[in-house]
């Protein structure tokens, strides 16, 4: 289980990297929930495993075709999921604000726009109608003509009728005011939507999908009311609810601030299992191209001596200490320590006295000859030998390299 010797070795930036990698992982995953470009995300994500995996196998060939394919695959994602990746990017701006476009007179209207939706649903009349907020739809649109009136139940009545031209398609309710009709919203992508849901649903998702609008449907078959909003629908069984959900989208009713531990307790808890299987995923990953990264280590190891003539006996230092820098891929340098790397000084040509001995990579034994010493400290090590009591030595002098 040498690989796992990484873990002994994780840095401070190292936990940073998988945290902030896990929350672009997650967050990425609910914007891209329920569309197919969540599926050829999946996909690359595959492709990508398989790609490292040929990498650390040395698979030639694989690794070859795929960095050739790799590039040319991107551009294609790209082109075929602008409208999501767009979307993405408009929600992580930083200056994107929701109470651009409240309406101080909002309370006075809602109640007409509520009673005006369930009125429908009895008549059997279908309505769409799309209430802006932050973020400007009408560039997310086809169609529209343009109306101007209070969102009130007698106009939305005349606009939804069937006689009327314009009750095919959307309103758009804007700082408090009907600005456009018969508009054409984006479908969504999804498909795996109930069977009983029809255009009029499948447009309203499409559009909460790349916005932040919220968009009331009243189907003209089943007579119900729906509220859309970020990717979801739900059903509103009576006045008293939608009421309240209006007054939420508009920011009238302002929720009371929560603590940091309340914060902190939804941000661990609110769908805990997706965001463990996200971290554990990003962990596998990380470890995976962890492992082929350039990787320095230092640490200390003790100095071994080896053929110190018999009559010679060590004074000082008794068990030198010194140490080594190393380098190489991670999944090696991170296996080093003294049970597997070795130093030995050769003692031969030791005199009485003090000597000098320079160590050299030469005199380390590493276990493989992927990784290097880049730093040794100290570079020289000086002993002190002395002669055992009674013994005489016979000074061996080094060869000459001319000889």
């Known amino acids: 289980m040498q690989f796992l010797k990484i873990f002994s070795y994780i840095r401070v930036q190292d936990m940073v990297d998988v945290f902030f990698l896990t929350l672009v992982t997650y967050y990425l995953y609910l914007w891209f929930r329920g569309t197919k470009a969540l599926k050829a995300l999946i996909g690359l994500m595959a492709l990508g495993v398989i790609f490292t995996v040929a990498q650390t196998w040395g698979l030639f060939l694989t690794t070859w075709v795929f960095q050739i394919l790799w590039q040319v695959l991107i551009i294609l994602l790209i082109i075929l999921f602008q409208p999501e990746i767009r979307q993405v990017l408009e929600k992580v701006n930083p200056f994107q604000r929701y109470d651009w476009r409240i309406s101080t007179n909002a309370s006075s209207w809602i109640e007409s726009l509520t009673e005006a939706c369930f009125q429908m649903s009895k008549r059997g009349m ?74 009029r649903h499948r447009a309203a998702l499409g559009l909460t999908e790349q916005s932040d609008a919220w968009v009331l449907v009243v189907s003209e078959e089943r007579g119900e009311v729906s509220l859309a909003r970020d990717g979801y629908i739900g059903r509103i069984e009576d006045l008293d609810g939608l009421k309240d959900l209006l007054h939420k989208a508009l920011y009238l009713d302002k929720p009371p601030k929560k603590g940091l531990l309340d914060h902190l307790w939804l941000l661990i808890t609110q769908r805990w299992p997706v965001k463990l299987g996200t971290f554990a995923l990003v962990s596998v990953v990380w ?73 050299t990579p ?36 080094k060869p000459n390299k001319s000889d």
């Open 126 to 199: 279908g309505a769409l109608m799309i209430i802006e907020r932050a973020d400007r739809v009408d560039e997310l649109l086809t169609g529209g003509i343009s109306v101007e009136g209070e969102p009130r139940g007698e106009l939305l009545l005349s606009l939804f009728n069937k006689n009327s031209p314009l009750h095919d398609g959307a309103v758009i309710i804007s700082n408090g005011k009907v600005v456009s009709a018969a508009n054409y919203l984006p479908l969504t992508s999804a498909d795996d939507l109930p069977q009983t849901w029809g255009t």
């Open 362 to 397: 030469y005199h380390i034994t590493l276990p493989n000859d992927r990784i290097d010493i880049v730093k040794i400290k100290p570079e020289e090590i000086t002993f002190t030998f002395s002669l055992k009591q009674g013994s005489r030595i016979d000074i061996l002098e």
């Open 287 to 359: 470890l995976l191209f962890a492992g082929q990264q350039d990787f320095e280590i230092t640490f200390s190891l003790p100095v071994g001596v080896e053929n110190l003539p018999p009559k010679l006996e060590i004074i000082e230092p008794q068990k030198p200490i010194v140490s080594l820098t190393a380098r190489g891929l991670r999944k090696d340098a991170s296996t080093l320590s003294q049970r597997n790397v070795d130093i030995k000084l050769d003692l031969s040509y030791a005199n009485q006295n003090r000597n000098t001995f320079r160590i």
